[in-house]
């Protein structure tokens, strides 16, 4: 069974008991974890624990409300266990990461030769799979420790300080008479009471109100009703005041695949994404679609967001240096930077979401078992800085594989990672190390050039889908670079070329290779162009979801009308 998540707003008549039953939330959360739970010997025992996340406290020796002076229901006391896991479970990746970092190199600052160290352990195949990002932020944190206290701390959870949580109520997930609230669907509306403290200190069960609240449900929850079954939700404060989470548990989705088939997937700085479809082969793997660029239209707009914000901040910077940071222009400016940063985070998500739902539509319209990346964080991008530097972290680094990882699993589709090296190297033809080059009329060796060429057998191509095709062998041969499998390109072209910035400006997300061309050559000098809309789902949009078809050809397939396939991919939200 898998999840799909609807919100429902409360109304601001309601936000004061809200506020009630969260603090006492949070307040029992930070008891919890500061006087018990927040410890190593935790965290390594969480990642162990079977069964429902509140049983883990739940089943414990000691009673953790024992000593609580106020009323609280034994409904509240689970939710708050749920609460307290879900804090120590947020924690287990960088817990993980700091015991891998910690047992892996001297107790000095990690500079060029401690990063070599640690990424020639995370390459060993039986080093425990540490997602990039989580490694570098660890290690971003022992380095600060470092500088403060010249050793590295002992223990992860005297590097990371009892963290503060906020007042989220999951409600307990198991079945039986809710105490704490009721949920229902009646009347075409969803009815929930909602059981919310008088004060802070309620003394019985008389000082706990219960509030009605009915809000009217869409076409589109109602489907999902139909093939699901209505969970327990969380309460957590939002831009709207408070926001109700109501998840609906459904049955994994039937998709059909074909038989190792895989969606092989290039993250780069200028293009978001190159994916090429292959087939295994006992001795030759097949490329069985021309390359898919994924190039999103508002790139451009999200740079200079970024750079709006820097601007803002470097004037933030000479108030400060002037001592005028108690100044109405100072907190102004601060205002503006942060609505700035809000900004472009949101925007920066709204992307990667609708990247995702291409990737993943991708990998649903061709019948591919697999989404395979190479392991993101790891890609070959010495010497960077400033804007290319940031780029790389906005489309590889950021939550992009979350995205997608979460979307194709709704769908029953698998996603891998691979180590990247030697991806953009070796020719998928003949397997022989090749080289980058300035360009397809200039085969002048260049380390960052975008393309490639095999001095070998003389196949050329768009480095990205170089990239791509090899990620995909190297998943598919299970072996080192090297040692893969060649992949045969299929005879409706080699790789497609981009428009110019002026013709990219008019143009949109994914760009498709249509026409066909010299086999050998690897060029093409046009592209079809794919409508640039939102991949929101709105009313009337017909059985996509809102997920805009690519008009090129041999691109559009529809999601039969009814199929959760819709309500996966159309999860972002229109951004505004």
Request: with cysteine; aromatic share 8%; hydrophobic share 30%.
């Amino acid at each position: 069974m898998t999840q799909l998540t609807e919100q429902f707003h409360l109304p601001e008549e309601y936000h004061e008991a809200c506020d009630r039953l969260t603090t006492l939330v949070q307040q029992h959360t930070h008891r919890l974890l500061a006087d018990e739970y927040w410890s190593d010997e935790h965290l390594d025992a969480i990642s162990d624990h079977t069964g429902q996340s509140y049983t883990y406290i739940r089943d414990d020796d000691t009673d953790a409300f024992e000593d609580v002076e106020e009323y609280v229901y034994s409904r509240f006391k689970r939710c708050v266990y749920h609460r307290v896991t879900h804090v120590l479970d947020a924690h287990t990746d960088e817990f993980q990461a700091f015991q891998f970092v910690t047992d892996t190199g001297a107790e000095r600052k990690i500079r060029r030769i401690g990063w070599h160290r640690l990424r020639t352990r995370l390459y060993d195949e039986e080093s425990p799979y540490i997602e990039w990002r989580v490694l570098e932020s660890v290690v971003d944190q022992l380095n600060t420790y470092y500088d403060a206290h010249g050793r590295f701390p002992e223990t992860y959870t005297e590097l990371v300080k009892t963290p503060e949580p906020n007042g989220t109520l999951p409600y307990a997930p198991d079945k039986g008479d809710y105490h704490i609230h009721e949920l229902a669907v009646e009347d075409g509306d969803l009815r929930v009471v909602l059981n919310a403290p008088d004060s802070l200190s309620p003394e019985s069960y008389h000082d706990w109100t219960k509030h009605e609240l009915r809000f009217p449900i869409h076409s589109r929850f109602r489907d999902m009703l139909d093939t699901g079954e209505l969970k327990a939700p969380t309460l957590h404060a939002s831009e709207y005041g408070y926001t109700l989470d109501v998840p609906i548990a459904v049955s994994e989705q039937d998709t059909e695949t074909v038989a190792d088939r895989v969606l092989a997937v290039d993250l780069g700085v200028k293009k978001q994404a190159t994916a090429v479809v292959l087939d295994s082969g006992d001795e030759t793997h097949e490329q069985v679609t021309q390359p898919q660029f994924i190039d999103h239209p508002n790139k451009d707009k999200l740079f200079r967001m970024k750079a709006d914000a820097e601007g803002i901040n470097d004037r933030l910077a000479e108030l400060r240096r002037q001592g005028k940071a108690h100044t109405e222009r100072f907190d102004h400016l601060l205002s503006e930077y942060r609505q700035t940063r809000r900004k472009e985070r949101r925007f920066r998500e709204h992307i990667q979401h609708d990247v995702a739902n291409q990737l993943v539509w991708l990998a649903v319209k061709n019948g591919c078992e697999t989404i395979v990346f190479e392991s993101l964080g790891q890609i070959d991008a010495p010497q960077t800085s400033g804007a290319i530097a940031w780029s790389i972290s906005s489309w590889a680094r950021g939550e992009l594989l979350d995205h997608v990882e979460y979307k194709a699993g709704l769908l029953g589709i698998d996603v891998t990672a691979v180590n990247p090296w030697g991806t953009s190297r070796f020719c998928p033809r003949c397997g022989k190390r090749g080289r980058t080059v300035n360009a397809p009329n200039d085969h002048t060796e260049c380390r960052h050039g975008g393309h490639f060429y095999c001095p070998n057998c003389g196949y050329e191509c768009d480095r990205d889908v170089v990239g791509a095709v090899n990620v995909g062998r190297k998943h598919l041969s299970d072996s080192k670079m090297e040692k893969a499998n060649p992949a045969e390109y299929s005879s409706a072209g080699n790789h497609a070329s981009f428009p110019s910035p002026s013709e990219g400006a008019r143009s949109a997300g994914v760009q498709s290779a249509t026409d066909n061309q010299d086999q050998a050559s690897g060029r093409q000098p046009r592209l079809a162009q794919h409508c640039a809309r939102s991949l929101t789902a709105n009313p009337g949009e017909g059985d996509m979801g809102g997920l805009q078809q690519n008009h090129g050809r041999n691109t559009g397939q529809q999601v039969p009308s009814g199929s959760i396939t819709q309500y996966v991919l159309a999860s972002t939200t229109e951004y505004g």
